[in-house]
């Protein structure tokens, strides 16, 4: 289904962007280096999106590496990809406007085959995903005949609709172990760098127990583990956390690695002066905001695609949008990817916390 009109929110007042500013400055936004101008400039359109939100009864979960002006501003929840997922599947709403990804929107789709799925920046794609398509799930099967395929969520439609199970980066060293558990071997796509670290962590031998695929994230391929430690010498008890798309030799490094989720919950239950989080920019402003009284050393760099989408884009997707934004996956696609997705909650067995 799509908005049958273009239906246009209403204007704020002065008074109503004053209010709006006063509140963006008082989640944290103001430390995060934004100006007055800059509070002003968001507010008029966070007013307008959140008015526009619920007469269109929409729900807005956003990647917690988008922009802080989207997370504190006109977000309904805010996780990583697992969390994004199940909550989008719990939600009552009629439309999801996602602020993340492509491969983020589809798997709402998948869950919600009902609702409307929009991505308001539909250019907004994943290396990882465009690594790989269907038609090498299925040579990767007939080379292995046997092998269960475990599929980071990171993917499309139709690579998860060629999967057994889908996993994240918060239960994929938990789903792997288990298939271990009653198989020799396990393919494990498309994330070359995850999987080494799936491997070692495991104690499995890449080529013969775990068959990987060669893609990787331009964001965390990137990290250079040289540096690290020397910070751990100008930052004394830093604690250095990595997400699991960064290279084995880095992630040998860290205190801990995980996904974004790990990471917040490991900041929120630890003591420690200092923490670097070796991830997308995204992830530090939301733990400065959300942590205010931690100091976060910066080690971070920008996703293109997760900074795609702005608040302009999000009020156009209510508004008005346009036809590549609306997500669209084909019944039978849909109807096979989400059998590995579902496998996924069952497997993983836990609740969503952060
Ligand atoms: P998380 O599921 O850890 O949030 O990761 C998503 C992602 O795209 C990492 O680059
Ligand atoms: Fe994809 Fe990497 Fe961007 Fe995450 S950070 S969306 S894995 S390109």
């Not at 936004?29 to 966070?46: F, V, W």
């Not at 492509?102 to 609702?115: G, Q, S, V």
């Not at 020799?184 to 890449?206: R, T, Y």
Request: charged share 25%; glycine share 6%.
């Amino acid at each position: 289904m799509t908005f049958k009109t273009a239906s246009k929110s209403s204007e704020p007042t002065e008074k109503d962007i004053e209010l709006e500013a006063e509140r963006l400055f008082g989640k944290g936004l103001g430390d995060l280096g934004y100006s007055e101008d800059d509070l002003r400039r968001c507010a008029g359109l966070t007013w307008k999106i959140n008015a526009l939100k619920q007469e269109k009864r929409a729900v807005i979960p956003a990647h917690v590496y988008q922009r802080a002006e989207i997370l504190h501003g006109v977000a309904d929840f805010i996780g990583d990809s697992y969390k994004l997922a199940r909550l989008c599947q719990e939600s009552r709403a009629e439309r999801i406007i996602f602020c993340g990804v492509r491969f983020m929107a589809e798997t709402a789709k998948i869950l919600n085959p009902e609702k409307e799925v929009i991505l308001p920046a539909p250019q907004a794609g994943c290396s990882l995903s465009e690594s790989i398509a269907g038609q090498d799930v299925l040579k990767l099967r007939a080379e292995h005949p046997g092998a269960p395929v475990a599929t980071y969520i990171n993917t499309s439609a139709e690579v998860k609709a060629e999967s057994d199970v889908i996993v994240t980066s918060a239960n994929a060293p938990k789903i792997l172990s288990k298939l271990f558990e009653t198989h020799e071997k396990v393919i494990f796509l498309p994330d070359e760098m995850m999987g080494k670290n799936l491997a070692k962590a495991l104690g499995k031998k890449i080529g013969t127990d775990l068959i990987l695929w060669k893609g990787s994230c331009i964001v965390h391929e990137n990290f250079d583990a040289s540096s690290i430690e020397y910070y751990r010498k100008i930052y004394p008890g830093v604690r250095i956390l990595a997400h699991s798309e960064c290279s084995p030799g880095l992630v040998s490094l860290a205190d801990l690695v995980g996904g974004t989720g790990d990471m917040m919950r490991y900041v929120e239950k630890t003591k420690a002066p200092y923490y670097m989080l070796i991830t997308e920019c995204g992830l530090g402003d939301l733990a400065r905001t959300e942590f205010p009284d931690k100091v976060f050393v910066p080690m971070c760099r920008l996703c293109p695609h997760m900074r795609a989408t702005d608040l302009k884009s999000v009020l156009r997707a209510l508004e008005n949008p346009q036809s590549s934004s609306i997500i669209k996956v084909s019944k039978e696609i849909a109807e096979r990817a989400k059998n590995p997705i579902e496998k996924m909650f069952e497997m993983s067995e836990d609740s969503v916390s952060r």
